[in-house]
T-cell receptor, first 113, second 113 residues
């Protein structure tokens, strides 16, 4: 257990569905991250939050919408996704934004049909 | 970021020490060496990091050469559950791009019974 939990662990959705991924960290960290990991591709940083404020958005399509209601919770709202969005979505946290010591959740395996 | 070079794969017998090398000949004075691993279909897991002194925690030991151009991650008693891809990263403690972790190809460690 890393202290970072993600739900659901697996998700299948159609292109017209709306779903949300949830992440919770129990480490008292101030920063949280969303990453995307596709098969045979490097880890892609999507969003960074520091104390509930978004500090980085790496040109992610608007069909991905993050939400950070407090420093322990992070959501990724999904709508009208494409099949190429199928991937492992990883949440991580660190003491401060930018730290290279990050603790990851188990990920949500997303399949878009 | 300094580049790292790791062997693509290594084998280890269960119960023996696994020694994973990493070359980082262009590392700068303030850059740390970080190690992560990723077990198949799981999120990356932080293992250990160091600047110039050797480090040890409950998971592993990190040996950094005096010139800091290479390092070795040591798993003292490898188990089957240590089979994973191991990534060596070199970066400043505060990171760059708001904490983006950049994994290279890593080393696939296979622990055999």
């Amino acid at each position: 257990e890393t202290g970072v939990t993600q739900t659901p662990r697996h998700l299948v959705m159609g292109m017209t569905n709306k779903k949300s991924l949830k992440c919770e960290q129990h480490l008292g960290h101030n920063a949280m991250y969303w990453y995307k990991q596709s098969a045979k591709k490097p880890l892609e940083l999507m969003f960074v939050y520091s104390l509930e404020e978004r500090v980085e958005n790496n040109s992610v399509p608007s069909r991905f919408s993050p939400e950070c209601p407090n420093s322990s919770h992070l959501f990724l709202h999904l709508h009208t996704l494409q099949p190429e969005d199928s991937a492992l979505y990883l949440c991580a946290s660190s003491q401060e934004a930018g730290a290279q010591t990050q603790y990851f959740g188990p990920g949500t395996r997303l399949l878009v049909l | 970021d300094a580049k790292t070079t790791q062997p693509p794969s290594m084998d280890c017998a269960e119960g023996r020490a696994a020694n994973l090398p990493c070359n980082h000949s262009t590392i700068s004075g303030n850059e740390y060496v970080y190690w992560y691993r990723q077990i198949h279909s799981q999120g990356p897991q932080y293992i250990i990091h160091g600047l110039k002194n050797n480090e040890t925690n409950e998971m592993a030991s990190l040996i950094i050469t005096e010139d800091r151009k290479s390092s070795t991650l040591i798993l003292p008693h490898a188990t089957l559950r240590d089979t994973a891809v191991y990534y060596c990263i070199v970066n400043y403690a505060g990171g760059t791009s708001y904490g983006k972790l950049t994994f290279g190809q890593g080393t696939i460690l296979t622990v055999h019974p």
